[in-house]
């Protein structure tokens, strides 16, 4: 089994890579997905959550308050490292699980799309790593839309980040994702080709 990361900066666009993949029937794990999934209600995470972090980060009917929770670590780099330390562990363990069905069920390729590939040093759990890129005033203006960020909240939101340059030394193939989703689907065409030797026949895309 082909085991691709697919990573990027935020807002370069791998979420909807990731969905164009799915669309061809190729086996994708997300990283984000997986982090929903630990921490629906009821689970462990969300009892260490609460008793870490307190219940003003739960809504009435238990739910987290993901939204309130994110703008806490955003701010405090402490409160982050807490919070990976409790998720993290589990994610891990769920990703394992889902790896271990794919390869026993013969699946040629799998994809995990794990956004920060680069900054928690994963680049050994994967074959190949392909990137989405984009330039970072096309970045700072799809977080100032789509997210409601300042331009002073998306700089530091990128500045998180392995910058760009780095992130291209390491990686197998990289697309580009300054234009539109037809320009970006072809991007993908071309390099999934590059790396598995194999067509992409898309269903709804």
């Not at 982090?35 to 809504?59: C, H, M, N, W």
């Not at 889902?98 to 799309?113: G, I, Q, S, T």
């Not at 990686?171 to 539109?180: F, R």
Request: aromatic share 6%; hydrophobic share 45%.
């Amino acid at each position: 089994m082909l085991i691709i990361g697919l990573t990027g900066t935020i807002a370069s666009g791998k979420s909807t890579v990731a969905s164009m993949l799915k669309s061809a029937n190729i086996a994708i794990i997300d990283a984000d997905e997986l982090a929903r999934e630990v921490t629906k209600k009821p689970s462990k995470a969300l009892a260490s959550i609460r008793k870490t972090f307190g219940d003003q980060y739960f809504f009435n009917d238990g739910r987290l308050n993901r939204k309130l929770l994110g703008q806490l670590v955003f701010n405090d780099p402490s409160a982050l490292k807490k919070l990976e330390q409790i998720v993290h562990p589990l994610i891990d363990e769920l990703r394992k699980e889902k790896m271990k069905f794919f390869k026993k069920n013969d699946v040629p390729v799998l994809v995990l799309v794990i956004p920060l590939l680069f900054e928690k040093n994963l680049q050994k759990e994967v074959d190949k790593i392909l990137l989405v890129s984009a330039d970072a005033d096309v970045l700072i203006d799809r977080l100032m839309r789509r997210d409601g960020y300042s331009r002073a909240q998306a700089l530091k939101m990128l500045s998180l980040q392995l910058s760009e340059p780095e992130k291209k030394a390491t990686a197998t193939m990289v697309i580009k994702n300054n234009g539109s989703l037809g320009e970006l689907k072809n991007n993908l065409i071309k390099a999934w080709k590059c790396l598995t030797k194999m067509e992409l026949t898309f269903t709804n895309v």
